[in-house]
Structures are given as C-alpha cells and as structure tokens.
C-alpha cells in the first residue's frame, strides 16, 4: 500500500506590533526605598526576564512592591530607540524580542511591554498587553502603541513603561522616569490611551472611539453596563481562534475611526484565518492517519479472507474484522467534507483523498455483505464461498 503523504502548512503570517512617541512628565519619588534596591539589582541578574524576576521575588513580598519593581527595572534600563521606530521586524516572536531587549537594552513600545508583561507573568502577577493608539495635548497620535495592564491586589491598573522612561524631543530621546505612568488607573488614563479593543478599558462603560477623539472620556451609566471582569475571564477560556473572532468582533463595534484601527482588525481577521487554515490541515491529516490505518485493517481483513478464514476465529471477531475499517472509513468520509478551506494549493490532494475514501469504503462494505452472507450460510456452504480477492490499493 503506498502511503498518503500529509498536507503541509503552506502559510506564513506577520504579528504586528506597533509604537508610539513618548510623553512628558515628572517622576514620583513614593517609591524610592523600592526603586533603590532595584537599583541596585547585580549586572548577573539581568541577562533574562527570569533572572530578573527571581531577583524581584527574593526581594520584594508584596504585589505592589514586586510590580512597582518590574516598572522601576523596564523603565530605567530600557532607552528607546528612535531610528527602530521605522525598522520594527514583525517576523520576530515574543521572546526574541525580549532576549534582543535585554541584550541591547533598546526597543520601542512593544519591546518595553514585552518585556514588562513578562517579568510581571513571572513575579506571579496577572497581565496583558495591551494595543491601541494614544492622545497628546488635544491631538490623537497616528502611531499605534503598546501598553500594560495588570491586577495588582485585585484591582486592574494601567502601566506604561515606554512614556514612564522618558521623553523624546527635537528627535532625541532623554531617559526621566515618569510614575504618572506606574499603575494607573483604567479611567484617568482613558484620556490619553485607548485600546483597539474595549475589553482592554477595564471599564463597566467603555467608550467609542469617537468619544475618545471628542475627549468625552468620563463614564457614561446610561450606556449598557458591560460586566468587564466576567469577559476577560471568558476570554481567558477561549480558544486561540475564538479570542481573534471575538476580539475583532468588539473592535469592528467600537468603531473603525482611523487607519490603525481598521488595520488591527483586519490583522485579527487575517491571524484567524491562519489559524482556521492550519486547524483545517490538521482535521485533514487527521482523517488522512485515520484513512491508512482503516486500509491497513481493511487489507488485513482481505488476507484473512484470501486464506479462507484460516486460522478459524469465532464469527463475531471475523465480523469485527471488517466492521472495524468500515466505520472508520465512514467516518472519514463523512469528517472531509466537513473540512473548512485548506487552500487552493491543497485542492488536487484534498479530491484525491475524498476519492480513495470512497473507493475504500466501497470496497469494505462489499466485504461486509460477503462476510453476513458468509455467516449465514451453513459450515458446508461457506467453504463453497471463497474465491481470490485483490488487497485495497491507495493511489
């Protein structure tokens, strides 16, 4: 029997992540017994989010100290980089761009809350990365941005490490630790900083785009209340896909006000598809196991049948001989055709499968009518019944 080769992933797909200008401001200094042992965390310690943050966690007890310590660390060490504002590589993963981050001590927004988002998952607190666009001084940038949010002592708050280190002017970058921007809470920073996504506003009445453009930023309880804390935690149950169908769906009803709006959903739209696409190949090499090993039972069962039933076997087992590959067969058919797209290239492979599963299925149910004729008929009969079959052959 030759083997049907399985249908490899044909698909490539770029992540974006964006960036934002950074904002001014002045530095708290209600932390400084915090930020002064994070200050003074050894040069070996800092060479992965996880030496850091077991740095954090022998220092640090509580929730508050432990992510005033992440922002403190992110913000200080991290320079943003200006001419990497026009060079961001979207091939790259998560973690490569916080081991680049580490390494060079530079990146733009999303490299700052990368490595803030993880630091934070490691000293045991919840968090998110958060994208959406920002507003300065009456004026709504046309950068995207990202950002943190974060339960801490179980309420969310906001975080922005890349406007929290400093400031860029004139198109330089001078590094001013800003704590307006540690631990924010999610309805002062509404005003400057606003999710693609309006689960992401930890808000009971989350606002439009449009509101946030018209600066009518305060809550609104005549809008329907919009249970937030219950959605993230449905979110978190979600599947990879699910979370892409109903994040674009959330930001498609918020408004598609601007281009970086209308580009994020259509990057949602675009990752759900790469991920319905690799699930439909998968299903496909699933029925395509499940398609050879019924041929395997099914010719075993022809060998059987060829040796005149020798050894003899009961007549239930030699009915469940056949039985076996037929419903296999029969469930493969029926599961191909309920396959979504697996692309164009895919289609000749796709039309063969359906074809062998036919044609195998064919051929086992015409074994299953001779086996019930077989074993109705008297010991006599039966051994008149035998006659050479040919093995079942993929192609």
Not at 47 to 60: K, L, M, R, W
Not at 150 to 162: C, H, I, L, S
């Amino acid at each position: 029997m030759k083997p049907i080769l399985y249908i490899m992933k044909n698909i490539s797909f770029l992540f974006f992540f964006f960036f934002s200008m950074l904002s001014f401001g002045q530095a708290n200094t209600g932390y400084a017994v915090a930020d002064a042992k994070m200050a003074a965390i050894p040069e070996n310690a800092t060479t992965s989010t996880q030496a850091i943050a077991n740095y954090i966690n022998a220092n640090f007890k509580t929730e508050t100290d432990k992510i005033r310590a992440v922002f403190y660390w992110t913000a200080s060490n991290i320079t943003y980089d200006i001419p990497g504002m026009n060079a961001v590589n979207f091939n790259e993963t998560v973690q490569q761009k916080i081991v680049k981050t580490l390494k060079t001590k530079k990146g733009v927004c999303i490299h700052y809350a990368s490595v803030f988002n993880d630091l934070s998952q490691k000293v045991g607190i919840q968090s998110y990365i958060i994208e959406g666009y920002t507003k300065q001084n009456g004026k709504v940038s046309n950068l995207a941005h990202a950002w943190v949010a974060a339960k801490v002592d179980r309420k969310w708050y906001v975080f922005d490490p890349t406007w929290g280190s400093g400031y860029v002017k004139n198109g330089r970058f001078s590094k001013k630790l800003n704590s307006y921007y540690f631990k924010t809470d999610p309805s002062t920073i509404i005003a400057s900083h606003i999710p693609f996504d309006y689960l992401w506003q930890f808000s009971n009445y989350p606002i439009t785009n449009n509101e946030f453009y018209e600066g009518k930023t305060q809550i609104n309880k005549t809008k329907k209340y919009f249970d937030f804390e219950k959605e993230i935690a449905k979110h978190n149950s979600l599947s990879e896909a699910e979370k892409l169908a109903a994040a674009a769906e959330r930001i498609e009803k918020n408004g598609i006000k601007n281009a970086m709006i209308l580009e994020r959903y259509e990057g949602k739209k675009k990752q759900l598809a790469y991920l319905q696409y690799n699930s439909n190949i998968e299903k496909l090499n699933e029925i395509v196991n499940e398609m050879n090993e019924a041929v395997v039972l099914l010719n075993d069962f022809i060998h059987y049948r060829n040796n005149t039933f020798k050894p003899a076997l009961p007549d239930i087992e030699i009915s469940d001989m056949i039985d076996a590959p037929r419903a296999k067969l029969a469930k493969c058919q029926d599961a191909i055709y309920k396959v979504g797209s697996v692309g164009n290239e895919n289609a000749a492979n796709v039309a063969s499968i359906k074809k062998s599963i036919s044609k195998a299925l064919a051929q086992a149910e015409e074994h299953a009518r001779f086996v019930d004729n077989y074993l109705s008929n008297s010991k006599i009969v039966r051994k008149t019944m035998f006659y050479k079959v040919s093995q079942f052959r993929v192609r």
